[in-house]
């Protein structure tokens, strides 16, 4: 995907009122969801991603353990100026809602068995229970 139609969708989805708004959060949501993953999924992920956020998710520092989804909203939160739990669920969600529509069920499956459980709902698709 195209660096602009990226950000585009993230502005939409996430209702940003400009293009850096939208590029701060992909940034930090990307760099925490970069530090948890592993191996081909990880780099089949940053394949799809524009090359500056591709970038982004392939060079974190890792992480010591798996954070909660709880724990990650948190985590974007202390990464975002002013930002409040209550707005890092909603930057989290519009960056990996598009991301879910980005790489597909396939890989988005892949992408959820890193992960604790939890994550398919930041993601916009909930499994089934």
Request: without cysteine; negative net charge; hydrophobic residues 45%.
């Amino acid at each position: 995907m195209q660096w602009e139609a990226f950000l585009t969708a993230v502005q939409e989805r996430g209702e940003y009122p400009s293009p850096q708004e939208a590029e701060r959060s992909s940034r930090v949501v990307l760099a925490l969801l970069g530090a948890h993953l592993v191996g081909d999924v990880r780099a089949e992920l940053a394949a799809r991603l524009p090359e500056t956020f591709a970038l982004v998710l392939l060079n974190p520092l890792q992480a010591h353990e798996p954070l909660s989804p709880e724990r990650f909203i948190r985590a974007t939160a202390a990464w975002i100026e002013g930002a409040s739990e209550q707005t890092a669920t909603w930057d989290v969600s519009a960056v990996l809602s598009v991301v879910a529509d980005l790489v597909g069920e396939d890989l988005l499956n892949r992408i959820l068995l890193q992960l604790p459980s939890g994550y398919d709902l930041l993601f916009g698709r909930p499994l089934p229970g």
